[in-house]
């Protein structure tokens, strides 16, 4: 549902960008709280994206129950949700221009071909020529680092060269990469501050380099920890983890701020989610938030 944006709110824009292959769970809460928070704690504006363009992948169902889920939880963005399956010309425009000025490649290298080769992507087929039928996409790197300053886990750095070799921006089936989307998608509504899990913090340094060759400007960072299961897996789609129920909301709110580090008095047990978030803007402190990368869920009763 829309929510209005103040005057101010273009200093400030965030978004929550969920993948539509299952439904929410505690885990998508704690990522979605913290962004709809830093956003509107500053008076700024909280988008919310789909990011639907691994259609495999996708649950039926998904997309309407993550929006009625979100509503019920009482978090309410600003204009209409963005699909990423909508912006599949602007992906092939980017990857034309990346191929026309030789810093894209096609590549025919199958998963069987690359099972002894565990590290970085070796280049085979940097300068083989090959035609871009039935073939991957992939970005050459350079052989340099990069590095950034993370609200949270603070500087990281990483050598795309020697640590992540040349990347896939659009797969062999024609899919398009989330590297490739969300840097352009980012770009392309003005976000500035990005808040997500620190399972991406290593995608990081590739969405950088693609902003400088891309001519983007560079977000903010802020990742999350993950809250990670007894077995040790994070909380997500493929482990079972139970979904957010509407009735659950204001316990579930309270829990996530607690695990972001934050204080609701005791006074909101009772309080209905919107309640509960308009006390949390008022009172967000992002340097309250764990600077570490995971956060056991056992400890966060």
């Known amino acids: 549902m829309p929510f209005p944006a103040p005057p101010q709110a273009h200093r400030y824009v965030g978004r929550f960008a969920p993948t539509p292959s299952g439904y929410l769970h505690f885990g998508s809460l704690v990522a979605a ?12 504006r909280w988008l919310l994206r789909m990011e639907d363009i691994d259609p495999p ?35 092939g425009a980017a ?18 071909q690359l099972e002894g080769y565990p590290g970085p992507y070796p280049g085979f087929c940097r300068n083989a020529g090959h ?6 996409i992939r970005l050459q790197v350079p052989d340099r680092a990069y590095g950034f300053t993370d609200r949270v886990q603070g500087e990281f ?41 620190a399972d991406l913090l290593d995608s990081t340094p590739r969405q950088l380099y693609l902003q400088e060759v891309l001519g983007l400007p560079q977000p903010r960072y802020l990742h999350l920890p993950l809250i990670i299961q ?14 957010l129920q509407p009735h659950k909301a204001s316990p579930l709110l309270l829990r996530a701020l607690r695990a972001l580090g934050q204080q609701p008095p005791t006074e909101l047990n009772d309080a209905l989610p919107a309640d509960i978030l308009a006390w949390a803007v008022l009172h967000w402190d992002a340097q309250r938030i764990p600077r570490t990368r995971t956060l056991a869920e056992s400890q966060l009763r």
């Open 33 to 44: 709280l913290a962004s709809y928070l830093d956003a509107r704690a500053v008076g700024g």
């Open 57 to 91: 992948r996708e649950m039926p169902g998904a997309q309407r129950a993550i929006v009625e889920t979100l509503s019920s939880y009482g978090f309410e963005w600003d204009g209409e949700m963005l699909r990423q399956s909508e912006r599949q010309v602007a992906y």
């Open 95 to 112: 990857i034309e221009r990346l191929l026309d000025e030789g810093l894209a490649y096609a590549c025919t290298c199958s998963r069987k």
């Open 131 to 136: 035609g871009l039928d039935d073939a991957a």
């Open 157 to 197: 750095r990483q050598h795309l060269g020697r640590e992540v070799g040349d990347f896939v921006i659009r797969r062999r089936d024609g899919l398009i990469a989330y590297q490739l989307a969300v840097v352009l998608d980012d770009a392309w509504q003005g976000v500035n501050d990005v808040v997500r899990g």
């Open 230 to 243: 007894p077995d040790g897996h994070k909380l997500g789609k493929s482990y079972r983890s139970p979904p």
